[in-house]
């Protein structure tokens, strides 16, 4: 699966967008871009998914580039219960539940 | 509602004793789950991949005779810590896949610590 990029940790003020990053040069043209967060001492939870197209739901928003080499979620009014880190994971589509998690970005969410 | 339930949520046992975590699926079935430890300040890293009414897939340097995977229905995986060491103190989370919904859920996870 191709490895993904993300910066260690972004800050964002309570109420605003939060646009997270992700890099993904290596993408393969059967691979999704998932978007997991993990919450102090809980387990990963499912935001938000998507192949070529844009996707939002209930969550968040997902941009993906038209080279698909890189994607953006946006979490569009970050409360203080968005603060976790985020993992950007790259899978394709006949091994996803094996996922493979890199380092994630550290969303701090301030009043 | 939690989807994918996770047993004990945390757990203190003394060196060398084993333990036992439950992860069940809830309201679907899970031919196929998944294992990860979690180390402080550390990523998720997969263990094992855990297939119903077979044995279990590990990772290159996990080693499955201390890890004992057991799938024995498909809504049940079992992950037994065998003569735990302080060094197998960890945060262990499990994850399932609902095949029809095509989605994958995590359980909450298991906090060891070994003493």
Redesign the interface.
């Given at each position: 699966d191709a490895k993904t990029t993300q910066p260690t940790s972004m800050d964002c003020a309570e109420g605003r967008a939060a646009n997270l990053p992700c890099n993904h040069s290596t993408i393969s043209g059967n691979e999704y871009v998932y978007w997991y967060r993990?919450i102090h001492?809980?387990?990963?939870?499912?935001i938000i998914h998507g192949l070529k197209n844009n996707e939002t739901n209930e969550m968040a928003s997902l941009i993906i580039t038209e080279d698909r080499k890189s994607s953006t979620l946006i979490l569009p009014h970050a409360t203080l219960r968005d603060t976790a880190v985020y993992?950007c994971i790259v899978v394709s589509g006949t091994s996803?539940?094996?996922?493979?998690?890199?380092?994630?970005t550290i969303l701090t969410v301030h009043p | 509602g939690a989807v994918?339930s996770?047993h004990p949520s945390w757990v203190i046992c003394k060196s060398g004793t084993s333990v036992k975590i439950e992860c069940r699926s809830l309201d679907f079935q899970a031919t196929?789950m998944?294992w990860?430890r979690q180390f402080p300040k550390q990523?998720?890293?997969?263990m094992a991949?855990s297939n119903e009414g077979s044995k279990a897939t590990y990772e290159q340097g996990v080693e499955k005779d201390k890890f004992l995977i057991n799938h024995a229905s498909l809504t049940l995986s079992t992950l037994t810590v065998t003569s735990a060491h302080p060094e197998d103190s960890s945060?262990y989370?499990c994850?399932a896949?609902d095949s029809q919904a095509?989605?994958?859920?995590?359980?909450?996870?298991t906090?060891l610590s070994v003493l």
């Open positions: 993990q001492s809980q387990g990963p939870q499912y993992y996803y539940g094996k996922l493979t998690f890199g380092q994630g | 994918v996770q196929t998944f990860y990523s998720l890293m997969l991949t945060f989370i994850s896949m095509g989605k994958l859920f995590f359980g909450s996870g906090q």
